[in-house]
């Protein structure tokens, strides 16, 4: 059986972000979170710790969150990604940035974008969470700032203005 390896110099991948595919000639050694920032100026994913351990560069892979500086960008193909610049609804905020704004789930903003991308998900798959788990959706990003009790509160409004929405 022929081996197929790709690399190490740069190979054309075709990603799917948001909802459109870009085109981008990247070494495979590359993490995601280093081409959405360097390659496709989508600044809004943020590194933190660069491995891991904080939730800023979080993004939706195929409908789960996923730690973009954790995976590779050629791990991608194929696959449809969601960043904090696909989660607006045209020019409408989505439900969770504007009960952010509303609730102050924020202080510096640094998390945000991971935080709201996570919220995102975790109300998709379970549209009326507890109070528990909230805290368990959310518990992959950090918030330096210790914004925690705003972001719940935040992330349960949302999950209630949704639900109107629906009903
Ligand atoms: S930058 Fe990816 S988890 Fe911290
Ligand atoms: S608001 Fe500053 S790190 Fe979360």
């Given at each position: 059986?022929?081996?197929?390896?790709?690399?190490p110099d740069a190979v054309p991948l075709t990603l799917?972000?948001?909802?459109?595919?870009?085109?981008?000639?990247?070494?495979p050694r590359r993490t995601l979170l280093s081409v959405l920032r360097e390659e496709l100026g989508l600044t809004g994913t943020k590194r933190g710790c660069g491995q891991g351990q904080c939730g800023a560069c979080t993004v939706i892979l195929d409908g789960?969150?996923?730690?973009?500086?954790?995976t590779l960008a050629i791990e991608c193909e194929g696959r449809e990604i969601v960043t904090i610049e696909g989660i607006a609804q045209g020019d409408a905020l989505h439900p969770v940035q504007a009960a952010f704004i509303q609730h102050d789930g924020y202080q510096c903003g640094f998390c945000t974008p991971g935080q709201v991308v996570s919220a995102v998900a975790l109300l998709a798959?379970?549209?009326?969470?507890?109070?528990?788990e909230i805290r368990a959706g959310m518990a992959?990003?950090?918030?330096r700032c210790g914004a925690y009790p705003a972001i719940i509160r935040s992330v349960r409004a949302a999950a209630e203005t949704m639900a109107e929405q629906e009903g």
């Amino acid at each position: 059986m022929a081996l197929n390896f790709r690399g190490p110099d740069a190979v054309p991948l075709t990603l799917q972000i948001n909802g459109e595919a870009h085109q981008v000639l990247v070494e495979p050694r590359r993490t995601l979170l280093s081409v959405l920032r360097e390659e496709l100026g989508l600044t809004g994913t943020k590194r933190g710790c660069g491995q891991g351990q904080c939730g800023a560069c979080t993004v939706i892979l195929d409908g789960e969150t996923a730690y973009a500086c954790l995976t590779l960008a050629i791990e991608c193909e194929g696959r449809e990604i969601v960043t904090i610049e696909g989660i607006a609804q045209g020019d409408a905020l989505h439900p969770v940035q504007a009960a952010f704004i509303q609730h102050d789930g924020y202080q510096c903003g640094f998390c945000t974008p991971g935080q709201v991308v996570s919220a995102v998900a975790l109300l998709a798959h379970t549209p009326q969470p507890s109070e528990a788990e909230i805290r368990a959706g959310m518990a992959g990003n950090i918030c330096r700032c210790g914004a925690y009790p705003a972001i719940i509160r935040s992330v349960r409004a949302a999950a209630e203005t949704m639900a109107e929405q629906e009903g």
